[in-house]
């Protein structure tokens, strides 16, 4: 396994940017799950909250598995880029 990323400050800044979001869209599902639970009554909103965040955090680690899984690795990105450059003399 390359682990010459770690030494890649593009690669810090872009897990940095990742993480940024993640936290976002955590905090944000949070709000939108509280609000919808609210309208329920009061002894299935516990529930709800659970069974919501539990549903979300699962979607976003399976859409993130699937994402890495339909990426391609850096060594065939850097193929293709060789390939795809036209010849220099």
């Not at 909103?45 to 699962?58: E, F, P």
């Not at 680690?61 to 990105?77: D, H, M």
Request: proline share 4%; glycine share 6%.
């Amino acid at each position: 396994m390359d682990f010459g990323w770690l030494s890649d400050p593009s690669a810090w800044s872009a897990l940095a940017a990742l993480l940024t979001l993640e936290v976002v869209l955590g905090v944000d599902n949070v709000v939108f799950i509280s609000i919808l639970a609210s309208k329920l009554p009061a002894d299935q909103q516990d529930r709800a909250r659970r069974v919501g965040i539990l549903a979300a955090g699962g979607m976003r680690v399976v859409l993130l598995l699937a994402a890495a899984g339909s990426s391609p690795s850096r060594t065939s990105c850097s193929r293709w880029a060789a390939s795809a450059s036209p010849a220099r003399s």
